[in-house]
Nanobody
Framework: QVQLVESGGGLVQTGGSLTLSCAAS????????VGWFRQAPGTEREFVAT????????DYTGSVKGRFTISRDNAKNTVYLQMNSLKPEDTAAYYC???????????????WGQGTQVTVSS
């Protein structure tokens, strides 16, 4: 059973940067794809980014392309989300999830972390 723990969230001003980490325990993350999702109050969980097992394939939702970068260090069992040029609309709880495909659908991921809050002030 893989457990995922997110960290790195916080309060940042518009234009600032944060790096989120998703650390796995209980099993190797290297055999799984990993996605980042976010959810603001009153909204559905939204796809942000995903990365393949080797890290060779990545995908992003349009609103974060060019600003966010997903990466992974399989030796550290950790996936990262570097977020630059943050905007107030990026404010949400951010979740990482592990699955078997680089899908944009939350339903394709079966291990989830508890989330970390990102708040961007204007």
């Amino acid at each position: 059973q893989v457990q995922l723990v997110e960290s790195g969230g916080g309060l940042v001003q518009t234009g600032g940067s944060l790096t989120l980490s998703c650390a796995a325990s209980g099993g190797p993350l290297s055999g799984k794809t990993v996605g980042w999702f976010r959810q603001a109050p009153g909204t559905e969980r939204e796809f942000v980014a995903t990365i393949s097992r080797s890290g060779g394939i990545t995908d992003y939702t349009g609103s974060v392309k060019g600003r966010f970068t997903i990466s992974r260090d399989n030796a550290k069992n950790t996936v990262y989300l570097q977020m630059n040029s943050l905007k107030p609309e990026d404010t949400a709880a951010y979740y990482c999830a592990a699955g078997d495909s680089t899908s944009t659908s939350p339903a394709r991921y079966y291990y989830w972390g508890q989330g970390t809050q990102v708040t961007v002030s204007s």
